[in-house]
């Protein structure tokens, strides 16, 4: 049995959770696939770093295009991350006609189309089952086992880091800057927050997932996208009084063949199956239009979870390879793009006014949400002890996107509010 030789570019978490699988779960993984797999070369950065994992210092380089260019090697495993130079090093690799595994969310969100034509053209595979949610085989199941169905809805808490401090700030009603701070201190942060916390990790992975699940190019200008940094714990504890979990959700929605697509903060019902999903797990929600609702839950990162999707991919293009089928099973969007427009695009909503405390402000407010046809679900007024203001609580039915555009620009010109303290998308 002729070894399948792969080369491995980065070595860092998810490179030497990669090593330890393919090494611990050798036996297995040559039954399954009929051969053994070897990690003939590994490229890093830093040859002098210290790792917490032994390999023959032979194998390792500081030149990516080593490894790709090795003759020997038949699949790249790219765990280095980067957009630029490492889409450099996967066209490279795939003109070479060498099969790729990818965990990086960032290429695969900005280039992946570029990058799938090119494994069609060349008849390679690249899978990236690790790029999105981690340990959890939703891409897989998007491509497979929904193929016979129509996605009509995805949710997902696809970022760990924005539900490890959610669900802090829910549980302890501490502030987020301070659990912000905690989370750096145990690494669920990074030192600049920013691409998470703004939602920008979540709206990646979201084009991603809405790319398999409407069959269409979903990029990342597409989607809507505002992070959890202005998100109170007073908001939090409103939205608990009245039901609701406060979650970063990723929500796409196709109809008649027209998406839209969004990452923001989100109040959903306390009894939906997203709303117990608490810490740095993830969860994936899909409402198909036969299967009715499903949900996948699991870890979203960490070294032996993500490595778990990537060593999959790697048996999937061996057995690809054995039956020489690789390239073909490869989903390149075929459906024309249509994009909803702001009118057609429905949720519920939450405000919190901050008011004059007085007679009349509410018969004027309401009045505003009557003019754009925006109907109430409910409105709860009190007063505030720490503030002269009277606060409005306000949750509408289903009102259209642009409708509520237009109710909160009036709203923010009433001489009686002070200010629109909050808004966020209902679901659930
Ligand atoms: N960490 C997770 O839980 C997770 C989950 C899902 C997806 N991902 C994705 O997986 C990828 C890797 O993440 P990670 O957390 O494993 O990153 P990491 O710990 O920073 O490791 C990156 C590795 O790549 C090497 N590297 C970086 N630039 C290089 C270059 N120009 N030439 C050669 N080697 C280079 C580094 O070398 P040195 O070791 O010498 O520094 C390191 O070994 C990223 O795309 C990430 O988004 C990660």
Sequence with gaps: MKPVKVGLLGLGTVGAGVVRIVEGNQEDLSSQVGSPIVIERIAVKNVDKPRDIEVDAALITTDPWEVIRDPEI??????????????????????????IVTANKDLMALHGSEILAKAQEKQCDVFYEASVAGGIPIIRTLIEGFSSDKIKKIMGIVNGTTNYILSKMSQEGASYHDVLKEAQGLGYAESDPT?????LDAARKMAILGTLGFRTNVELNDVSVSGISGVSKEDIAFAKRLGYDMKLLGIAECEDEEFSISVQPTMIRTGHPLASVNGVFNAVYVYGQAVGETMFYGAGAGAMPTATSIVADLVAVIKNLKLGVNGLKQIVPYKQKKL????????????LLHVDDKAGVLAKITQVFAEYEVSL????????????????IIVTHNASKASMNKVL??????????????HYRVEG
Excluded: C, W
Excluded at 340 to 351: A, G, P, R, V
């Design 74 to 99: 038949d699949v790249i495993v790219e765990v280095m991350g980067g957009i630029a130079g490492t889409k450099e090093y996967i066209l490279e690799a795939l003109e070479l006609g060498k099969h």
């Design 195 to 199: 691409s998470d916390v703004e939602g």
């Design 340 to 351: 909803k427009s702001d009118e057609d695009i429905f949720y519920k909503n939450f405000l």
């Design 377 to 392: 679900d409910s409105v709860v007024q009190q007063a505030n002890a720490n503030n002269p203001d009277a606060e409005i």
């Design 409 to 422: 620009r009036h709203l923010e010109e009433l001489p009686v509010i002070h200010r629109v303290k909050s």
